[in-house]
Each structure stands twice: as C-alpha cells, then as structure tokens.
C-alpha cells in the first residue's frame, strides 16, 4: 500500500490562505477519485472536497467557494487551495483516494499524519 503525505497547514488570521499538498506514493492516475477530509477535536472526520479523474469537483456546502481542490497526476500530489479561512475550518487535513462518493465505501490508504490547520480570530 502506498503512502500520503500532507503538508502545508499552519497558523493563520481569518480571511487568510493557505494550500495544501498531498505527496502521493503511488501513481494518483490509478484512482479516480482524490478527496481531502479534516477532522476537528471531538468530531468525525468528514470530506470537505474531491476530484475525479476529469477535473469534476464537488465540495462541502461549508467550504464551497472558498476552497479548491486540484490533482497533478504527473506529479502524484493533489492540492487543497484554502482562501476566506474561519476560525470553524481549525482542524487536521488529511487527504486520500476515495472508494466511492459514500462514507461507508472507504478509502483506498491508511491514512497519512495530516497537517494542522488552525485559523485563529
């Protein structure tokens, strides 16, 4: 199984920005689907944003317009661009390959350490 790593999260005032990456080990062409997740202190991890294999996007109510997600296959890194930021978008990020667009079907790695994002007022 291959291997994910995020980075690119930090501190930031609210209003600011900030973009993410993912460093995929394995060929990202493989997978039709890239997705980036978050997860805040005592709440699930949830899917903010995901990608297909033809540039379709589809995002979280919560973050659409502010956010952007784009994949590089030849560089097997997908990206998370995060403009507008809120103190509510304060959480891990982590990326991944999903199974299918339903949380039950899973992802296709174990996941990666992810990486802070925090918004502050």
């Known amino acids: 199984q291959g291997q994910l790593v995020e980075s690119g999260g930090g501190l930031v005032q609210a209003g600011g920005s900030l973009r993410l990456s993912c460093a995929v080990s394995r060929s990202t062409n493989r997978f039709k689907y890239w997705g980036w997740f978050r997860q805040a202190p005592g709440n699930q991890r949830e899917m903010v944003a995901h990608v297909d294999k033809v540039g379709t996007t589809n995002y979280a109510d919560s973050v659409k317009g502010r956010f952007t997600i784009s994949r590089d296959d030849a560089r097997n890194t997908v990206y998370l661009q995060l403009n507008s930021l809120e103190p509510e978008d304060t959480a891990v990020y982590y990326c991944?390959?999903?199974?299918?667009?339903?949380?039950?079907?899973?992802?296709?790695?174990?996941w990666g350490q992810g990486t802070q994002v925090t918004v502050s007022t």
């Open positions: 991944n390959s999903p199974r299918g667009l339903t949380a039950d079907q899973g992802v296709w790695f174990s």
